[in-house]
């Protein structure tokens, strides 16, 4: 099993519409969980992080997190077509300060 | 305020040479990651490192690959000798404390050949 799991897409919407990203990880005591943007040829960009059981806001973007499923997404309201990239999930041991990452899931978002 | 700094941004070289990649961490961050990213691997943690101590090198592929890091402003991740499936995007992430935000360079794209 995977330390971090996120399904590779490609996620296409419709601009305009909300695009729901998923992440698993496997580490119970995993502490810090991160969301990162990639555009091609680019470097990983953060864009959220969350820390607590439930929901965090800033802007379009929402991240959600559910320890006791050890469960993390990301949404993306009113999508935009700059929002075509790769999102990243990554998950800190806390302790072990070990930043783990899965291998991310393209999103599309057409015109 | 300046970002993580990587060098070079790109490196081509033959199979069996000695290569070196060098990051700059921000200023005042304590933890430092190397990590290499591939089509069919994603993004892999090769070490890392708090207050200039290996914690962690378990994600180190081989004895050929190295990372030192002297002083708290500087590492560097050797390869040597190079083949040509050590090609990929080496990245540098930095970060405070522990469990917090990471920030990434631009990245070293690395090609042998």
């Known amino acids: 099993q995977k330390e971090v799991e996120q399904n590779s897409g490609p996620l296409s919407v419709p601009e305009g519409a909300i695009a729901s990203l998923n992440c698993t990880y496997s580490d119970r005591v995993s502490q810090s969980f991160f969301w990162y943007r990639q555009y091609s040829g680019k470097s990983p960009e953060l864009i959220m992080s969350i820390y607590s059981n439930g929901d965090k806001e800033d802007g379009r973007f929402t991240a959600q997190l559910n320890k006791a499923s050890q469960y993390v997404s990301l949404l993306i309201r009113d999508s935009q077509p700059s929002d075509s990239a790769t999102y990243l999930c990554?998950?800190?041991?806390?302790?072990?300060?070990?930043?783990?990452f899965g291998t991310g899931t393209l999103l599309a978002v057409q015109p | 305020d300046a970002g993580v700094i990587q060098s070079p941004r790109h490196e081509v070289t033959e199979m069996g040479q000695e290569v070196t990649l060098r990051c700059k961490p921000i200023?005042?961050?304590?933890?430092l990651f190397w990590y290499r990213q591939t089509m069919m691997r994603g993004l892999e943690l090769l070490i890392y490192?708090?207050?200039?101590?290996?914690?962690?090198d378990s994600g180190m592929p081989e004895d050929r690959f190295s990372a030192k890091m002297p002083n708290a402003s500087f590492s560097t991740l050797k390869i040597q000798p190079s083949e040509p499936r050590d090609s990929a995007v080496y990245f540098c992430?930095?970060?405070?404390?522990?469990?917090?935000?990471?920030?990434f360079g631009q990245g070293t794209r690395l090609t042998v050949v």
């Open positions: 990554a998950v800190n041991g806390g302790a072990t300060n070990k930043l783990i």
């Open positions: 490192f708090n207050n200039n101590v290996p914690i962690d």
């Open positions: 992430a930095s970060s405070v404390g522990t469990g917090t935000e990471a920030f």
């Open positions: 200023s005042g961050h304590n933890s």
